[in-house]
């Protein structure tokens, strides 16, 4: 069956300029993740959402990232005015529910901001 | 807090054995999970452990000792396909994190 898609799988942006990633996680899982991994770095944990309850955002590393989940499927993680810091690979990732141990990553999205 | 600590690199020879350390620090634990994942592509998952133990599964085991806050991953007869990145992880529910990533080890085997 298919797995978690992600959507561009490169984005090269100006700085000051906003994106948008695109997460579809696999069907009838319930929970979705945001990570970001930079060069060198472990998984940083960005967002998730449960179901259709309000997303837990304690991870978000500024307001200018934000995110929703449409329909409780299709996630969309949006960064404004991006810096160059931003520059990372964006992992998404779902499982069954929150409760459940086994996350399954997308392919990932690479952000570079020049 | 939340520490999570992994060697950075290791190399070992096609066919042996390597083990693969984690420590970690946590106010709660509810879980150890240990993912692959090759230069530019997703984590997979490999293991997870709750309790105390070793847990095998094929070519890859993963131990958990839950009183000294270490987990190793065992893998045996070392194929090159094997060179990725290990990465540890821990469930913490009395945080704000689902899953507490280490920076992972990456892993070379050579001939």
């Known amino acids: 069956g298919a797995g978690v898609s992600q959507s561009p799988s490169n984005k090269v942006t100006e700085k000051g300029k906003d994106v948008e990633l695109r997460c579809d996680p696999i069907?009838?899982?319930?929970?979705l993740y945001w990570y970001r991994q930079s060069l060198g770095q472990g998984l940083e944990f960005l967002i998730y959402?449960?179901?259709?309850?309000?997303?837990?955002k304690s991870g978000l590393p500024s307001d200018r990232f934000s995110a929703e989940r449409t329909g409780g499927s299709v996630s969309t993680l949006t960064i404004q005015r991006t810096q160059q810091e931003d520059s990372a690979v964006y992992l998404c990732?779902?499982?069954?529910?929150?409760?459940?141990?086994?996350?399954?990553f997308g392919p990932g999205t690479r952000l570079t901001v020049t | 807090g939340q520490n999570i600590d992994q060697p950075t690199e290791m190399t070992a020879t096609e066919g042996a054995i390597v083990q693969i350390n984690c420590t970690y620090q946590t106010s709660g634990f509810n879980g150890l999970f240990w993912y692959q994942q090759h230069a530019g592509e997703a984590p997979t998952f490999l293991s997870y452990n709750v309790l105390d133990g070793l847990e095998e599964k094929g070519r890859f085991s993963s131990f958990l000792s839950r009183s000294k806050g270490y987990s190793y991953l065992l893998l045996k007869e070392l194929q090159m396909k094997d060179s990725a990145s290990y990465l540890c992880a821990v469930r913490d529910p009395s945080g704000n994190t689902p899953l507490v990533f280490g920076k992972g080890t990456r892993l070379s085997v050579i001939a």
């Open positions: 069907s009838g899982h319930t929970a």
């Open positions: 990732a779902s499982s069954l529910d929150q409760g459940t141990y086994e996350q399954y």
């Open positions: 959402f449960q179901g259709n309850s309000a997303p837990d």
